[in-house]
C-alpha cells in the first residue's frame, strides 16, 4: 500500500478515536504521550508520514484498538495489541455454514456484496434443485433449503446492493441435464429456470447477475462482504481472507468479470427463459 495512502487512513482512524474519546485534543494528546501540537499536525494531515512506532503502539493500547485498524490493513479494531490474522480457515458443515453466512452478510449490511458461485446461485435455487443437489452432496435439504431463503430474505432488504458474476456455459449445461443435473427431469429444469427468471426480474437491480465466458476466464467461487473480508469456498470449508489488499485484489478481478461479460444484468432474465429450449423431452 502506498505510504500516502497508510498516513491518511490513519488520519481518519485518529480522528475517529479523538471523537469516540470524548475528551480535549490536549487530554488525548496527553494520554498517548505526544505534544498537543504534534496531535494537531497527524490530525490535520500536513504532517504526511506516520508517527513513531511506539506512538502508534501507545495510541493502539490507550484506545484498545489494533495496529492493523489504525493503519487500515484491517476493518477489523481488534483487542489491544491483537493484530488479526489476514487470513482464516472456517469449517462450514450445514449449520455452522449458515451462522457464518448470516453473520457476514449482516455485517457487511448497507455495503455492496460481490458473489462469484459454484454453480447455481443458492437464492435463485427452486426447491426441487435443493432437493436433487442435497441428495448428490448429502447435505441437509432443510438447511440448504433455509439458507437459500434467508438469502432470498436478505436480498429484499431496501439497502441491498448484490452482483452475482457465473459463466454462460454453467447455465446451458445446466438446461441440457449434463454434469451433475444429468438426473434431473426436464420439467424441473424448465421449472428451475422460470423460477430463476421470476426472481431476476423482482429483484433487479438491488440483485444484478452477469455472464462471462468460462472458457475465456476462471473463477474460484468466493463472496466479497463489503470493504470487510473475502471468502474462497472450498468444499466445506471457507478461506477467510480479512487484510485489506486482499479483499481490494478480489474486488477488482470481481469487477473484471463484470466488464468482461457476455449477458448484463438486464438481460439475463431473458436468457435464463430463452434456455429452455435447449431441453428435450
Known amino acids: 500500500m502506498d505510504k500516502r495512502d497508510l498516513s491518511g487512513t490513519f488520519r481518519d482512524r485518529l480522528n475517529v478515536l479523538v471523537a469516540r474519546s470524548g475528551g480535549s485534543r490536549s487530554a488525548f494528546a496527553h494520554a498517548v504521550g505526544v505534544d498537543r501540537s504534534a496531535l494537531s499536525q497527524l490530525l490535520s494531515g500536513t504532517v504526511t508520514r506516520l508517527p513513531r512506532t511506539e506512538t502508534l503502539v501507545s495510541i493502539a493500547e490507550a484506545h484498545k484498538v489494533s495496529l492493523d485498524w489504525l493503519l487500515g490493513l484491517s476493518q477489523d479494531e481488534g483487542l489491544t495489541g491483537e493484530i488479526r490474522p489476514s487470513l482464516e480457515l472456517e469449517q462450514a458443515p450445514d449449520e455452522a455454514d449458515r451462522a457464518l453466512l448470516s453473520k457476514w452478510h449482516a455485517e457487511a449490511a448497507g455495503t455492496k456484496i460481490r458473489y462469484v458461485p459454484a454453480g447455481i446461485p443458492d437464492l435463485l435455487r427452486s426447491p426441487a ?12 435439504p432443510t438447511a440448504q433449503s433455509d439458507d437459500a431463503q434467508s438469502k432470498l430474505l436478505s436480498s429484499r432488504q431496501p439497502d441491498t446492493d448484490m452482483e452475482v458474476c457465473m459463466p454462460r456455459h454453467t447455465l446451458e449445461i445446466f438446461a441440457r441435464g449434463l454434469g451433475i443435473w444429468t438426473g434431473l427431469s426436464p420439467s424441473a429444469r424448465r421449472a428451475q429456470l422460470n423460477h430463476m427468471a421470476a426472481l431476476l426480474d423482482e429483484l433487479y437491480p438491488s440483485l444484478r447477475l452477469y455472464l462471462y465466458d468460462g472458457k475465456a476466464r ?18 466445506d470449508m471457507y478461506l477467510v481472507l480479512n487484510a485489506t489488499e486482499s479483499v481490494r485484489t478480489l474486488t477488482r478481478h470481481f469487477d473484471n468479470l463484470i466488464r468482461a461479460a457476455e449477458i448484463n444484468a438486464h438481460e439475463v432474465a431473458t436468457h435464463a427463459r430463452g434456455l429452455r429450449m435447449l431441453i428435450a423431452d
Do not use: M
Open 218 to 235: 476462471f473463477s474460484a467461487p468466493y463472496t466479497v462482504f463489503g470493504s470487510q473480508r473475502a471468502t474462497l469456498y472450498v468444499g
Open 129 to 140: 434443485l435443493i432437493d436433487y443437489e442435497s441428495a448428490i452432496s448429502c447435505r441437509s
